[in-house]
């Protein structure tokens, strides 16, 4: 089973800033079939990037991600006070089981 | 309007069993793989189980610490897939969001399941 690990486990920016969120896995992900999410508490989680790179539909072009193999990454260009949030990643290419890494704290600073 | 509205969670004794279901709309379900994920408080995101469609041969698959305890199972006539949960534990207490693809593309908002005695 793949483990993905992510850093930092808490990042504190002010809006404006640029954010960069990693994750590593334990073993290459197949085909780059890496996803992050959004996740605000009370609310449902929501689709970044899908394919280590592509952006989901209605993302705005300020978040993109990048990386292969074993190493990701998701950039946030300019921090909006709404990008505020929790962020995973997981990985999706090495079925028939599904991973997360255990999530990057997004804090305003 | 295309969503996922989760339904079922509450409180229950360890040992328990309890039946989640999740209802889809405004897509086809029955080409939907359909996954459920949860996050225990506190915790990050857990990935629970997946059901592919009925063309993909409606394969079943789970995380290690719920297989052979919870069940997966969907109603394409109902658009509704369900999540039978047994013997259920006190980790197994947090919010079940139900969710589709094989990246996530569309979640619901969750029900809460707490398992305490």
């Known amino acids: 089973e793949i483990v993905l690990t992510q850093s930092p486990g808490t990042l504190s920016l002010s809006p404006g800033e640029r954010a960069t969120l990693s994750c590593r896995a334990s073993?290459?992900?197949?085909?780059?079939?890496l996803a992050w999410y959004q996740h605000i508490p009370g609310q449902a989680p929501r689709l970044l990037i899908y394919g280590a790179s592509s952006r989901a539909t209605g993302i705005p072009d300020r978040f993109s991600g990048s990386g292969s193999g074993t190493d990701f990454t998701l950039t946030i260009s300019r921090l909006e006070p709404e990008d505020f949030a929790l962020y995973y990643c997981q990985q999706y290419g090495n079925s028939p089981i599904y991973t997360f890494g255990q999530g990057t704290k997004l804090e305003i600073k | 309007e295309v969503q996922l509205v989760e339904s079922g969670g509450d409180l229950v004794k360890p040992g328990g069993s309890l039946r989640l279901a999740c209802a889809a709309s405004?897509?086809?379900?029955?080409?939907?793989?359909m996954s459920w994920v949860r996050q225990a408080p506190g915790k990050g995101l857990e990935w629970v189980g997946r059901?592919?469609?009925?063309?993909?041969?409606?394969?079943?698959d789970y995380a290690a610490p719920v297989k052979g305890r919870f069940t997966i199972s969907r109603d394409d006539s109902r658009n509704t897939v369900y999540l039978q949960m047994n013997s259920l534990k006190t980790e197994d207490t947090g919010i079940y969001y139900c969710?589709?693809?094989?990246?996530?593309?569309?979640w619901g908002r969750g029900t809460l399941v707490t398992v305490s005695s």
């Open positions: 405004g897509f086809i379900f029955s080409n939907a793989w």
């Open positions: 969710t589709t693809g094989w990246y996530f593309d569309l």
């Open positions: 073993q290459s992900v197949n085909s780059n079939f």
């Open positions: 059901i592919k469609s009925k063309a993909n041969g409606e394969t079943i």
